[in-house]
Nanobody
Framework: QVQLVESGGGLVQAGGSLRLSCAAA????????MGWFRQAPGKERELVAR????????YYTDSVKGRFSISRDNEKNTVYLQMNSLKPEDTALYYC?????????????WGQGTQVTVTS
């Protein structure tokens, strides 16, 4: 079992920055693919960023490319999402997820989420 706890969300003006953290407990995340998802009211959950077991294997959804950066610190068992140049459309509940390499997200572990609200 992997327990995930997100933090770092909050209220920020457009153009501002936030850094989300996802602290894992129970197992080391070094063998897990880690992802950040978000879900806005009335919308489907979407994968925002993913970082593989090998840190060079990174994915971003098009809408956040050049603004968000995902990283992992396996020694601290933590994953980060640095969010810059935030826009109102980035407003959502952000979730951290961990999945064993090669498995689908439905087989992974999920946190409870942290709210990000961007005002115009």
């Amino acid at each position: 079992q992997v327990q995930l706890v997100e933090s770092g969300g909050g209220l920020v003006q457009a153009g501002g920055s936030l850094r989300l953290s996802c602290a894992a407990a129970g197992r080391t995340i070094s063998s897990y693919v880690m992802g950040w998802f978000r879900q806005a009211p009335g919308k489907e959950r979407e994968l925002v960023a993913r970082i593989g077991v090998i840190t060079g294997n990174i994915y971003y959804t098009d809408s956040v490319k050049g603004r968000f950066s995902i990283s992992r610190d396996n020694e601290k068992n933590t994953v980060y999402l640095q969010m810059n140049s935030l826009k109102p459309e980035d407003t959502a509940l952000y979730y951290c997820a961990a999945v064993p390499n090669g498995r689908g997200w439905e087989q992974g572990y999920w946190g409870q989420g942290t709210q990000v609200t961007v005002t115009s």
